[in-house]
């Protein structure tokens, strides 16, 4: 079964204090892999797509990268906008919906 | 450059009724998903549509049904409302409907069942 899963599910850091994000997924046949931003009560805001392993995307201060098994959202000197709910969707071979994780809150303090 | 709208923005609905939720896509994309996200959870997928066709279909009852206009524009229908369809509902559009695709969320209509 197509499966995401993120980690961790809460994540508190300092303002300046860098981290990662983890997705790690079991697709059969990845079509691409999406990182959104979810800020509460809005609709996901599209980050990233990843399609091959190796492949990484950089904007502002997120870079996302990609392995055959799993995806790393990396997150440097975060300020308190960057607070939000980030989440990692797969695009399967056997179909065209998006399969999400649950996410993961990140809170950034000053 | 318009982004994919939806309306309602919020409502609330008794058990039983039923409920239109409606989305234009983002200019210039042509597929259209329906997706439901209760609190604290991620998107579960409901169903695409393109070229007017249920493309492919999640694990939601046949309550749950939806329509695309040949404007590309879309409508989610859910019957006999549940306590449990309480959730945000979130539209997305594409340009064509490949799993590789990246697609663009609305803001999402929110719906209260009581």
């Known amino acids: 079964e197509d499966q995401v899963t993120q980690s961790p599910e809460a994540l508190r850091l300092q303002e300046g204090e860098s981290s990662s994000l983890n997705c790690s997924y079991t697709?059969?046949?990845?079509?691409?892999l999406f990182w959104y931003r979810q800020d509460p009560g809005k609709g996901p805001e599209f980050l990233f797509t990843?399609?091959?392993a190796g492949e990484e995307k950089e904007k502002e201060r997120l870079k996302a990268t990609l392995t055959k098994k799993e995806s790393f959202l990396h997150i440097t000197a975060p300020k308190p906008e960057d607070s939000a709910t980030y989440l990692c969707?797969?695009?399967?071979?056997?179909?065209?919906?998006?399969?999400f994780g649950k996410g993961t809150t990140l809170s950034v303090s000053s | 450059d318009a982004g994919v709208t939806q309306s309602p923005t919020h409502l609330i609905k008794t058990r039983g009724q039923q409920v239109t939720l409606r989305c234009s896509p983002k200019?210039?994309?042509?597929?259209v998903s329906w997706y439901q996200q209760a609190l604290g959870q991620g998107p579960q997928f409901i169903f695409q549509?393109?070229?007017?066709?249920e493309r492919q279909r999640g694990n939601f009852p046949d309550r749950f049904s939806g329509h695309q206009f040949p404007n590309y524009s879309s409508e989610l229908n859910v019957n006999a409302l549940l306590l449990g369809d309480s959730a945000l509902y979130l539209c997305?559009?594409?340009w064509g409907s490949g799993a590789g695709n990246t697609i663009y969320f609305g803001e999402g209509s929110w719906l209260t069942v009581v």
């Open positions: 969707a797969v695009g399967v071979q056997a179909g065209t919906a998006l399969i």
């Open positions: 697709v059969s046949g990845l079509r691409g």
């Open positions: 990843l399609y091959s």
């Open positions: 200019s210039g994309h042509d597929t």
């Open positions: 549509y393109y070229e007017e066709e």
């Open positions: 997305a559009s594409a």
